[in-house]
């Protein structure tokens, strides 16, 4: 893609090009919830509760781990305390506060995991049983003021 096709990211601060992402079409956005539908229909959806706030712990849990801890005390940050460092260039927030937006979001999202799984487990009516099954793709807009944290919390 050309510039003209690229979102630029600059740091408030320096005023430095932090990064670039290609600008989504509506094919690109319908292409990609096309295949979120796919995959839910699936594997996703076929899923247990319990197998998908396994699978959603573990996500947030590779957020806060590298692969090698030694390195990691030496030389590695973990993706966690990297995004707190890209949410305080994109977002001119000071570190303490990012790290502490994404440290939060990091924390939240198993407790939010887990809370909904027991909030979906199936329960027995006066006939049959009560079931809750993902019903489909959802988009998320974030806001700019917090965009790690409001996008887990609506998203877990």
């Known amino acids: ?55 959603v ?27 707190g460092e890209l949410l305080a260039m994109e977002m001119g927030k000071d570190i303490r506060r990012a790290t502490g937006e994404v440290r939060g979001a990091t924390k939240a999202g198993p407790y939010y995991a887990r809370e909904a799984a027991r909030a979906f487990q199936p329960f027995p009516l006066r006939q049959g049983m009560q079931y809750f099954n993902p019903l489909g793709v959802v988009g998320l807009i974030a806001p700019w003021n917090y965009p790690v944290m409001m996008a887990n919390n609506l998203m877990v």
């Open 57 to 83: 712990i573990k996500a947030y849990e590779s957020l806060t781990q590298s692969d090698d801890e030694e390195a990691e005390k030496e030389i590695e940050k973990t993706i966690e305390q990297q995004l």
């Open 1 to 55: 893609k050309d510039d003209n096709d690229m979102l630029a990211s600059y740091d408030p601060a320096t005023g430095g090009l932090l990064g670039k992402v290609p600008i989504a079409t509506r094919q690109d956005v319908e292409t990609a919830v096309e295949k979120a539908r796919d995959a839910q229909r699936s594997h996703w959806g076929k899923l247990s509760i319990n197998e998908r706030e396994e699978i």
